[in-house]
């Protein structure tokens, strides 16, 4: 059973549902290093990176939560806490809302609108093998980009500065 | 730290943000009930009954998730899991979503928003002190009313058949 | 084509997808009485009241506003802007959210959800052979039941106050 | 008073609300023009680009919808049918829902959230002076980029297909 004690950061993990066999690897170890650093991992509860980085989560005994965008049956086999919300794409605000820091792994077009979801909270994005989003004046988002896993989820939690968000337990 | 095991039931518990008293010591029963029977819960995760079922749910070292409408500081002291949606009453259908069953406490507008969505998904509803609606042909809603927490607790647990939407551990 | 001039007022209707014939025919009524009151009727868009709105409006060359749960191909064949908002069961919200008023016709559990959320936006909520909500200390909502069409496109427009919410044209 | 007649096709317009005045008056054309091609525009409804391609279809007597995150309080001046969502970011999902086609101008965190939902859905989507994301195989999107505001309607009104999403009156 699922019980609480100490303070959990949620950080949220975006990303396509088709992933190639690289993305998903990457997805996987991200998984595992959130868990290994005491995090919960949010996600869109689908298949590809977000199965990926439930599954990574699963094999180190963490929680992952997966916002999906219909029914129970969408989930995959590894997401700790489905949440059913019926709101089609309109959860992939939620997938962003719910993390203290973000991590973007790969390019889908869902996975675009979290990265402008991400960048318009000012929360801490990093990107892994991910879009880059050129503005007018040619500034690169996300401004943060990792080369690897560990990069990715160093980036992610030493961005994280205040103590006002954690999970409470 | 959170973490994970055993397959866990979400159980959704809606109700006032101000609540009385009597309708305070309803919520925490039905919270620390839920938890004792291996259940986590969802709410709303602000003041009142939803408060009282978090603070429930905390004293038996058992996991609540709050559905936020705006951020993370309108979160009570005792929820495990603070969900931000920024999704205004509108998250009001992923308290219900959430959960593989519902308890109604108290008669709070907000509430009665739920109970229509509850009953529009067809899970079962559990009424305890809460409002009785009812329809053109003179039917009252919810259908199954407990008169006291132990047999809200009994009612939604046994009302629950399947085992597809349990919480993966 | 569509074209704008004076301010109009939207005015929301709230129920049941499968309405009776008797039901029906009050929907129709106040669709076309709102229209003839220089209102734009905001719906869900899809079948039963919905429709009778809608065509109610159609058949008064107004204009109807249909909030989908889903996709455009959801929409009744009155409904002159029809929305598919995707968001499933949410969009209730955006329904009740549209109107400066809201009037209720017949018993869905939808409807129950959409009657919460008006009483929650604390907006004028006209009954008409619909739900009656009674709450723990035994006040029945909605406040205001109309008799007939003529009555409640009354009560709703005369129960709007101020001027700010009005559509600008 | 807003009436109805022909049909009339809805186009989306996505962009920044803090506009410089460049992009302020490549909106406005772009509002000007599409309701001149008898189209009802979609958008934000608030300041900047959003209120640039209201103000163009205000001054050719058209109509405007204006998914608000908040309340009617946030409306631009000229918006015809400002609709008070509640749902805080999550409307920009609406903006791009209610429209056959969307432009994007400027280059906002939110307009890339929108430029992503809009990618995702498979409708025609234009960019002006916009966003351009590259995915890791190092293709560009938008795909289609117009050089001026009538460029830009031309090519957004010459990709709609079909006509069954069309507005019906």
């Given amino acids: 059973m699922l019980n609480s004690s100490d303070a959990?950061?949620?950080v949220s993990v975006i990303g396509t549902s088709t992933a190639s066999s690289e993305i998903y690897a990457l997805a996987l170890e991200v998984g595992r290093l959130l868990v290994r650093r005491g995090c919960i991992v949010a996600c869109g509860g689908r298949g590809g990176v977000m199965e990926a980085v439930?599954?990574?989560a699963f094999e180190e005994e963490g929680i992952s939560i997966g916002f999906l965008p219909g029914g129970i049956e969408e989930a995959n086999s590894y997401v700790t806490i489905p949440i059913?919300?019926?709101?089609?794409?309109?959860?992939?605000?939620?997938v962003v809302s719910a993390g203290k820091a973000v991590i973007s792994i790969g390019s889908a077009f869902?996975?675009?609108s979290e990265i402008?979801?991400?960048?318009?909270s000012g929360k801490p994005l990093v990107g892994l093998a991910t879009w880059?989003?050129?503005?007018e004046e040619g500034n690169i988002f996300p401004a943060m980009m990792a080369s690897c896993p560990e990069e990715a989820v160093?980036?992610?939690?030493?961005?994280?500065?205040?103590?006002?968000d954690l999970v409470k337990g």
Same sequence: chains 1, 2, 3, 4.
């Fill in 116 to 120: 402008g979801f991400a960048l318009k």
């Fill in 132 to 135: 880059k989003a050129i503005d």
């Fill in 54 to 56: 439930c599954r990574g």
């Fill in 154 to 164: 160093e980036m992610a939690l030493s961005s994280i500065s205040g103590g006002n």
């Fill in 84 to 94: 059913p919300t019926g709101l089609g794409e309109a959860r992939n605000l939620l």
């Fill in 8 to 10: 959990t950061i949620i």
């Fill in 110 to 112: 869902g996975t675009l």
